[in-house]
Each structure stands twice: as C-alpha cells, then as structure tokens.
C-alpha cells in the first residue's frame, strides 16, 4: 500500500485507507461487491477507468422462475463515492 500511496502522490493523487472514512479494512471488498450489486439490480452503469460505464455483472434467475428485476432508477447517470466530511466543508466554504 505504501508504493501504491508514492506512487499516486507524484501524480497529484491522495490515497487514503478505507478506516479512514469508517469501513473495515477486513469488509472493504464485500462492500464494493454489495455496491456493485446494487447497481447491476437497479440498471446503473458504473465505469471503471477509462472504458465507457455499463451494467457490471448478470443476475440469473432460478431453472423454471422468472427474473422480475425492477425498472432502473430514474435520474441516475453515474454514481460518486465521496467523504462524508465533503459537503460539510463545503457548506462552510461557501458562506
């Protein structure tokens, strides 16, 4: 992690750990699983890098039981992962 973190900082890039922002280390990978499922149930393209975004994965129903999937989510263009303190610090910016 530590070259990871140089490695981005001589290109302008923070990192930060996931404790940070108050994820477990430990459950940082079934989190992004559960996001990324969220998204595929709900028609939400995601991109990742410099590909376009598309729905990540397939929901397979049962042999012998349709697949319901819900209408997608109205108004959703692209998804943003951002800290929690951000809007706070950006409302005291502002006034």
Not at 48 to 75: K, N
């Amino acid at each position: 992690m530590e070259r990871i973190a140089a490695h981005a900082a001589r290109r302008g890039i923070r990192t930060r750990s996931t404790a940070e922002l108050g994820i477990d280390p430990g459950a940082k990978e079934s989190l992004l699983f559960a996001l990324i499922g969220f998204c595929t149930w709900h028609g939400v393209p995601l991109a990742i890098g410099p590909t376009p975004a598309r729905i990540a994965g397939r929901i397979t129903p049962a042999p012998g039981r349709p697949l319901r999937m819900p209408e997608p989510l109205p108004g959703i263009a692209s998804l943003e992962v951002a800290d929690a303190a951000a809007p706070a610090a950006a409302a005291s910016a502002a006034s």
